[in-house]
């Protein structure tokens, strides 16, 4: 299960959810745009105009929830469980 999570797809599919539910606050949508804005070095598999905005987005996601789970760890279980990655 932790695969399938850890992936530059599904990190970019719950970017996504993120972005569409507009459930972040302005300094979190900072935060994410921060880590779109990174120059990043693609992988061979993601050096196409969809896999870059696909590792990108998944780039943002992982610099957003670094961000959160250092400065505010209980809004990062609020945002996973919006997003259903709730731990047992």
Do not use: H, M
């Not at 610099?63 to 047992?88: C, M, Q």
């Amino acid at each position: 299960k932790i695969q399938k999570l850890a992936c530059a797809e599904a990190q970019s599919k719950f970017a996504r959810e993120l972005l569409q539910s507009e459930t972040l606050t302005f300094e979190e949508q900072n935060i994410f745009k921060w880590g779109t804005n990174a120059r990043i070095t693609f992988p061979n598999k993601y050096n196409n105009p969809r896999g870059r905005d696909v590792y990108t987005k998944a780039s943002a996601f992982e610099t957003l929830v670094g961000y959160i789970y250092l400065t505010d760890p209980a809004r990062l279980f609020d945002l996973l469980a919006k997003l259903n990655l709730e731990s047992d």
